[in-house]
């Protein structure tokens, strides 16, 4: 318990820093106060719920505070776990009535599985939501679920055993801090389903029993469906490999490794894929970072061959060092990077002026290239030096400003179109969701 508090508050304190690099906060607020006023219809104990005076009272602290988080509130906290843990006894019972389906041999009915699917997506889509962490056992009944739609598992090969016993050891836990009234019924070999229905429609997670209000919080279906980019993907791993003409030197041994790996193995570990989103992360970066030091020789040539004009005019040489600011953020806020060293001193770099001089774009440059050069040996391709960018022909032509200018604007536009590629060939799952689903894991991924 003292575990997932802590998670969760260094969680919400990065993701809101996120939002504050991403010029959302607005949106957020809107969205706290949206959940907000639906609280109380959100089944849960009555004792729980929120007097008028204390609904305005915390609306009014989300209006005020920018960085408020929504389950600070001691009743919303405690509700959001009990509900969490309500949730996870439902997981089970969905998963009990899988295996009676199979162990009985009879014939998995696909309308079942896609209610199965969307009552458990709504349970990750309120926690997506409110950026909240959601039980194991909910995300290993939904991911089953998942598989079995899309054809990625047999019957058989479900992990029955050891995802039931997940999910009980949860319920227990559960059950201790009084968060379940008691503990869930073992396995029989009958139906679940009318117990399944009965709760999803005491919880408002089954369709025709909740309001429309709730499609808010219900919308993010497709997101909750984190293992769907990498089924569906046809091009798999291929298609976050950088284009030759952007990284020459670029080899695909190790996330061609990693998506190996995870391929053969998430059936038995679903959190395998953490691996390979991990591994996508790291080589967003490494083109990033390789982008970035290819801009900044650029312009190390350019004070070179023409120190006197830009010294004259700072300004110009601001607006050239800042021609990739935008995809620079776009990129931290996606990876989730933007409130982290290093990423974060250099996007600073850019946004407050820090560089001021040819000695300065030396020192940003050599501490960006050695955050390239740590990723290179991660992925087994060759080092770089100042020189091996310097000898790129593009670079040692005669300096002009318009040249160097659209030049600058050329390297943004590939870093550009290839992060465009990395995000739809990811989508719709996205590293917050992925956060949340990390959560889970006790090991450094």
């Not at 508050?9 to 991403?22: E, G, P």
């Amino acid at each position: 318990m003292v575990r997932e508090i802590i998670l969760q508050s260094v969680y919400f304190l990065a993701f809101f820093y996120q939002l504050n690099c991403q010029s959302s906060l607005t949106r957020q607020q809107e969205r706290n106060a949206y959940f907000l006023n639906l609280i109380n219809d959100i089944p849960g104990p009555e004792y729980l719920l929120l007097t008028d005076y204390e609904l305005q009272d915390v609306l009014k602290i989300n209006e005020m505070n920018e960085t408020f988080l929504i389950c600070n509130n001691t009743n919303i906290k405690y509700k959001m776990w009990k509900l969490r843990c309500k949730y996870t006894e439902l997981s089970l019972y969905i998963m009990y009535h899988m295996k009676f389906v199979i162990i009985n041999r009879n014939v998995i009915n696909s309308k079942e599985l896609k209610k199965f699917k969307d009552i458990l997506h709504r349970m990750i889509s309120i926690f997506y939501y409110t950026f909240s962490h959601i039980k194991e056992g909910i995300w290993l009944t939904s991911i089953t679920i998942n598989a079995l739609i899309d054809r990625k598992i047999s019957p058989q090969e479900i992990k029955f055993d050891y995802i039931t016993f997940k999910i009980t050891e949860i319920c227990r836990i559960c059950f201790k801090y009084n968060n379940l009234p008691y503990l869930p019924e073992l396995y029989k070999n009958n139906s679940y389903l009318s117990t399944i229905y009965e709760i999803s429609k005491q919880l408002k997670l089954y369709s025709g029993y909740y309001p429309n209000t709730f499609n808010e919080i219900y919308q993010y279906e497709d997101v909750s469906h984190i293992y769907s980019f990498f089924w569906d993907n046809i091009q798999r791993f291929e298609i976050f490999i950088p284009p030759t003409t952007m990284f020459p030197t670029y080899d695909k041994t190790h996330i061609k490794k990693i998506y190996d790996r995870v391929r053969n193995s998430w059936k038995n570990d679903y959190f395998e894929l953490l691996f390979y989103t991990k591994a996508i992360k790291k080589n967003l970066l490494l083109v990033t970072y390789y982008s970035l030091v290819r801009h900044s020789i650029y312009l190390i040539d350019c004070f070179i061959k023409d120190i006197n004009s830009i010294n004259s005019n700072s300004e110009y040489f601001f607006k050239l060092f800042k021609i990739p600011l935008n995809i620079i953020n776009e990129i931290g806020v996606f990876t989730d990077e933007t409130f982290y060293s290093p990423f974060q001193n250099f996007l600073n770099y850019m946004k407050n002026d820090r560089i001021i001089n040819l000695d300065n774009l030396i020192k940003y440059t050599s501490k960006v290239l050695d955050c390239l050069n740590t990723l290179a040996i991660n992925f087994n391709i060759p080092t770089f030096d100042f020189n091996s960018f310097r000898n790129d022909a593009s670079i040692v032509n005669p300096f002009n400003h318009s040249i160097a200018e659209n030049q600058l604007n050329l390297f943004t536009i590939e870093l550009q179109k290839y992060f465009e590629c990395v995000k739809i060939s990811m989508a719709p799952v996205d590293f917050t969701i992925l956060k949340i689903f990390m959560l889970n894991v006790n090991i450094e991924r």
